[in-house]
């Protein structure tokens, strides 16, 4: 995934973490990282101060009005402080709606 930060004023990268089991017959699970930014921390700033470590519960917000594939990423208490980028936002809602399946974000660097 590019990293890109036009019309951002600041900048939250994150490495979301997503286990992937490698086959039904295979009960073991691998984890895939990715790195990327936070989505839409301008609207959240003044509720959410990032972290460096800090991990957040990605999921998914069929109900958004911008995107029914988005994934919000979401604090302990429920609060969202963002959104994953459009462009990994639909494969990654497909996979957090089959039961079980869960991914967190950790909080990596603030620009």
């Known amino acids: 995934m590019g990293l890109s930060r036009a019309n951002q004023t600041h900048f939250v990268l994150f490495l979301f973490t997503v286990p992937v089991m490698a086959s039904p017959q295979i009960r073991r699970v691998e984890s895939k990282e990715y790195y990327s930014w936070l989505r839409g ?13 800090t991990t957040l519960t990605l999921q998914r917000e069929p109900e958004n009005a911008k995107d029914p594939h988005a994934v919000a990423i979401v604090e302990d208490t429920g609060r969202i402080v963002g959104h994953i980028p459009l462009a990994s936002s639909r494969i990654l809602s497909s996979f957090l709606k089959r039961a079980n399946h869960k991914a967190t974000a950790e909080i990596w660097k603030t620009v």
């Open 41 to 53: 921390h301008h609207a959240y700033k003044g509720i959410f101060k990032p972290v460096i470590g």
